[in-house]
């Protein structure tokens, strides 16, 4: 066991001593240009070096402070309360591990949580917007050339939006009653849900189609799509008419799906691709807009069918006779149990 | 118009604000008590909290047709938000609804994804601070709103008509003042817009 862990010692030595000469570097430089030679492929695992360099610095405190473990205390006598020589070798391990980390994580967050990567996606013009709003409802009838899709963000993030405010409004309008979670919870996760989910699903179908389209554009087509959603459920959340509804779901999320299945038919090579994908968007676009109007909607329902004809009321009261038998065993149940108690 | 900004710049870190306040203490002053011209003076000098300044803003919220002043977003003053919220809350609470806490969620919410939206769109940045303070100022007119549905239930036409003209107004102002203060004249519309979403959920609020 000796041997091992001297072999492993020394081992960590010379990478602790190179890893010495980096942090010497980062101290010393201060400048902002890093230095690639020593931080090709093993930079994931500085962590570990770090460790083993924490690691030996402590053992090296631990048999300082031992063989000062006297003296230490009169130290601290003549330093007017400070700690000597362990608190300071603790403080600067301490700040040399938070400056590291520091580094290490301020990088990571300028290059993955840098919002200004979405910047493109959001310059737009109010006339452009309401142009892609109306082109959303038009099938296109060119399908043998790549029809152009903006990659637009701004459009479909406010639609989505918009659509969970028709829903809160729907669902308030028909006092809808969510046991587990609230209103405004299950209106964004159905809303962001669907946007996203369905986007994410519909690119990596597209991917195996070998379809000729990016995820923005994606993202954008069914954001731009949830127009006609957004229309029919704010009428039919006002005006309550069951066939008006099914008008409203063939001709106006018809109108949408076919603009997006041309889209993408466009963009497809080989009749069997392009099924599968037009298939899957049309199924899904149409059946998500079927689900938000029964969904959020079921007390209004309720009502129109009192309303309407002479239909049973969803709740009747009967009256329950409770048979005498079972009222003499319930005596007996219960003058067992408060004899035993 | 520049030298003046000039002229206002060299003095406003040290003179301005105080000997300005003390202008209008004085003027209340005369009338009232003395007392109030040093409360006055301790919340200008301590907390920063400048009467003058607030009015203006609420004045300029209240007028959605008057053209903003850029230089508001340049101070993050946060009172008077706060005074509306609680105002907000305590309408509410009037009507028979205890939701402080939603109040203050949306409006914590609604400042993120508004900096996050204002931040992408415009050329240059804007702070947490300048967004929550003008949507802060903006949400006056919906303590209006929740005043009106102390007196009567907003749940028919004409509540639903008074609250789609007040989200209208809420809207217009904050937008009109970001546009302003961003420069961003062509996308006053792309900005009312999520400003409208964020004021209608506060009216769904007011109203159910």
Redesign the interface.
């Known amino acids: 066991m000796a041997a091992p862990g001297a072999a492993g010692g020394g081992r960590s030595g010379a990478p602790a001593a190179e890893w010495g000469g980096f942090e010497d570097n980062m101290q010393g430089g201060g400048s902002a240009v890093i230095d690639m030679e020593n931080m090709d492929d093993t930079s994931g695992s500085s962590f570990e070096d770090m460790g083993e360099m924490h690691q030996r610095m402590k053992e090296e405190e631990e048999e300082e402070a031992e063989g000062e473990a006297g003296a230490g205390e009169e130290e601290d006598g003549e330093f007017l309360g400070m700690k000597g020589l362990r608190g300071q070798l603790g403080r600067q391990v301490a700040d040399q591990m938070w400056q590291v980390g520091k580094r290490q994580a301020s990088r990571a967050f300028s290059l993955y949580a840098n ?1 200004d990567i ?2 493109p996606y ?5 006339v452009q ?1 309401r142009a892609r709003l109306l082109e959303s409802m038009i099938p296109v009838k060119m399908i043998n050339f790549p029809q152009k899709i903006a990659g637009e963000l ?1 459009g479909p993030l ?1 639609l989505v ?2 659509l969970v ?1 028709i829903l ?2 729907g669902m ?2 028909s006092d809808t009653i969510i046991r587990e979670g609230t209103l405004m919870g299950t209106a964004i996760g159905t809303c962001f849900g669907y946007w996203l989910g369905v986007s994410s699903f519909m690119y990596f179908l597209a991917y195996l189609c070998n379809a000729q389209i990016t995820m923005v554009q994606m993202l954008s087509l069914l954001g731009y799509g949830l127009f006609g959603h957004c229309i029919t459920l704010f009428v039919t959340y006002n005006i309550h008419f069951h066939s008006l509804f099914y008008i409203f779901w063939l001709v106006v999320g018809g109108l949408s799906t076919l603009r997006m299945v041309a889209v993408l038919v466009s963009r497809t090579v080989g009749h069997t691709q392009r099924l599968i994908l037009c298939g899957t968007l049309a199924a899904l676009h149409m059946l998500f807009l079927l689900y938000l109007h029964f969904a959020y909607h079921k007390v209004v329902e309720g009502i129109l069918d009192t309303l309407e004809g002479p239909n049973v009321p969803p709740f009747q009261r009967v009256a329950r006779d409770i048979p005498v038998v079972s009222n003499a065993v319930l005596n007996t149940t219960a003058k067992a149990i408060a004899l035993t108690l | 118009m520049s030298s003046f900004e000039q002229f206002h710049i060299d003095f406003y870190q040290s003179n301005y604000t105080i000997e300005d306040q003390e202008e209008g203490c004085n003027s209340y002053g005369s009338d009232k008590n003395p007392s109030i011209n040093k409360i006055l003076k301790f919340l200008v000098a301590e907390l920063g909290i400048n009467f003058e300044h607030i009015w203006q803003k609420t004045l300029t919220v209240l007028n959605p047709m008057k053209p903003a002043d850029g230089s508001i977003m340049n101070e993050t003053d946060l009172t008077g938000p706060m005074v509306f919220c609680l105002a907000l809350g305590a309408t509410l609470l009037m009507a028979g609804k205890v939701h402080f806490g939603y109040v203050y969620g949306m409006s914590a919410i609604g400042c993120l994804a508004m900096h ?2 204002l ?3 415009s050329s240059q940045g804007v702070s947490h601070g300048c967004v929550a303070s003008v949507l802060g100022y903006c949400l006056l007119p919906m303590v209006l709103l929740s005043s009106a549905a102390v007196l009567f239930s907003l749940q028919g036409t004409p509540g639903t008509v008074l609250a789609l003209f007040i989200i209208g107004w809420c809207s217009l102002s904050a937008s009109k003042i970001f546009t302003s203060a961003l420069a961003m004249e ?2 006053q ?2 900005i009312a ?2 400003c409208a ?1 964020l004021y ?2 506060f009216a ?1 609020l007011t109203v ?1």
């Open positions: 919002i979405l910047r959001f310059d737009v013009e109010p917007v701004y406010m939006f918009t405010a809160l409004h308030k309008t | 996050a939206l931040n992408l769109m062509g996308q519309l792309l817009y999520p979403l209608g959920l769904l159910f």
